[in-house]
């Protein structure tokens, strides 16, 4: 993708809004071209090609503001001339506007965020034919419920007029396993996934599928548990949940409209001390890196939790106005306006083994899978479904299914103890982690 032609365009429809009466305008441009192979049981279900191409016009005049978007066929005088209108007739919001000046990213960092291999159709469907064929190569293994190999490259363009023009490429390769055991009711299923910028940094399809086949036959045979507290561990394909919840109550957007148990927390510990999580929005090849926010803003690695204390909150420029503080650099892009958000997430590894972790625990439930959101950022109450297996005298047993698990988020915060096997797969990471006091309930 050239982004050249794209800058100089949303450049100029800046200029062009300043020209027809905006006090300030920014302009932001969305392109997306992917590739995708869905396979089952050896044949090509699905192929799939999808590009998008979207400008999107913000203009404030006064206390107002609107945005336009369109396709790259409208021209440029209709689009500044119908969000012009659209601002002087819109509400007013006394917080929306520009970032500072002074905060603007002026030096783009590198972040070797785009690959410049471009698989072909073939390409993707023999990736994900050596997945699915690995994975019913597993002894167990009685069907398949489907393998996707896909590819997408997507691009962003900012121009503000208050002096910002920025634009960045992202390239994603990903690959998806899903397995099926056993026979009638007594069937079961699980998965493998993974994601990368970069080619090269995507596990083997062979070594994925088969991983997948594994975690599925490990499955079969369920048995039940009892209803009452138990510790539970958090097995790192589902740890991250944890970390996105604490992520959700520490948006600025939840804090200003006082939907977050967080609210007046700044501060204090609200996470076991043990746990400090991290959000880098400059990692290399990161998932979710970028060298400036929505906002045109610089931006750096923050500490959201340090040793179990709340240290930060996720800001873009309009709500840390609303909250009467600074932007963190978290604005994320969305159609014509901005929200905060997290971007790289990661809950640092603790000082104990995975395999140490389940011995200490004794007797408790690992959870390998989790099903529903049955969770409030508002007041903390937590259940989910989930499978998993019992832990017996530090040892993992047999599988469980059909399970919940319930508590308060406020009470198990205090309560995680994170391992040290953290990986970087996805946009949230997190190593294993251990809760103490949640309530299992069984069929």
């Known amino acids: 993708m050239d982004q050249t032609d794209l800058l100089d365009r949303a450049a100029a429809l800046v ?6 009466g905006a006090d300030a305008a920014d302009a932001v441009s ?3 071209v992917s590739l995708g192979v869905e396979m089952r049981l050896g044949e090509v279900e699905e192929t799939t090609r999808s590009e998008r191409d979207d400008f999107t016009l913000r203009v404030f005049v006064g206390g107002r503001n609107a945005s336009v978007s369109a396709n790259s066929m409208m021209s440029s005088a209709d689009l500044v001339e119908r969000a012009v209108a659209m601002a002087k007739a819109a509400p007013e919001d006394r917080f929306a506007g520009l970032a500072d000046s002074d905060r603007l990213a002026r030096d783009l960092p590198d972040l070797d965020l785009l690959d410049e291999t471009i698989p072909s159709v073939d390409d993707l469907t023999e990736r994900a034919a050596a ?8 002894a167990g293994i009685s069907n398949s419920g489907g393998c996707n190999a896909g590819w997408s490259v997507e691009g962003l363009v900012l121009a ?6 920025g634009s960045y490429l992202r390239s994603r390769h990903s690959l998806t396993a899903i397995a099926i055991a056993g026979e009638g009711t007594a069937m079961e299923r699980d998965y493998d996934y993974a994601i990368a910028n970069h080619l090269a940094d995507l596990p083997g399809a062979a070594e994925l599928g088969t991983r997948a086949g594994e975690r599925t036959v490990r499955r079969l045979n369920p048995g039940s548990i009892g209803t009452g507290p138990a510790t539970v561990v958090f097995d790192e394909r589902v ?10 109550a520490a948006n600025g957007s939840a804090v200003a409209k006082r939907t977050t148990f967080l609210v007046d927390a700044m501060g204090e510990a609200v996470l076991s001390p043990a746990v400090t999580i991290t959000d880098d929005p400059l990692r290399k090849r990161g998932l979710a890196s970028r060298p400036f926010d929505g906002d045109g803003v610089e931006q750096a690695p923050l500490d959201l939790i340090r040793d179990g204390v709340l240290k930060s909150w996720f800001l873009d420029s309009a709500t840390a106005r609303e909250l009467g503080l600074a932007t963190t650099g978290r604005a994320s892009r969305a159609g014509g306006g901005t929200s905060p958000g997290s971007t790289n997430l990661t809950v640092l590894p603790g000082d104990i083994s995975r395999d140490d972790l389940i ?7 690992l959870i390998t899978d989790l099903i529903g959101a049955g969770v409030s950022i508002v007041t903390g109450d937590y259940s989910r479904g989930a499978a998993g297996f019992r832990i017996r005298n530090g040892e993992i047993a047999e599988p469980l299914t059909e399970i919940t698990i319930a508590g308060n988020l406020k009470e198990m915060f205090r309560r ?5 096997d953290l990986t970087y797969r996805y946009v949230t990471n997190a190593p294993t982690i251990a809760v ?5 309930a069984g069929r």
Do not use: I, K, W, Y
């Open 359 to 365: 011995r200490e625990v004794g007797d408790g439930v």
């Open 15 to 20: 200029e062009s809004a300043l020209r027809a």
């Open 160 to 165: 503000t007029s208050s002096g910002f023009t």
């Open 30 to 32: 969305h392109r997306r």
């Open 436 to 440: 103490e006091g949640v309530t299992v």
């Open 239 to 248: 740890a991250s949940s944890l970390a996105g919840h604490v992520a959700a």
């Open 416 to 420: 995680m103890r994170p391992a040290d």
């Open 131 to 138: 997945a699915e064929d690995a994975a019913r190569a597993v």
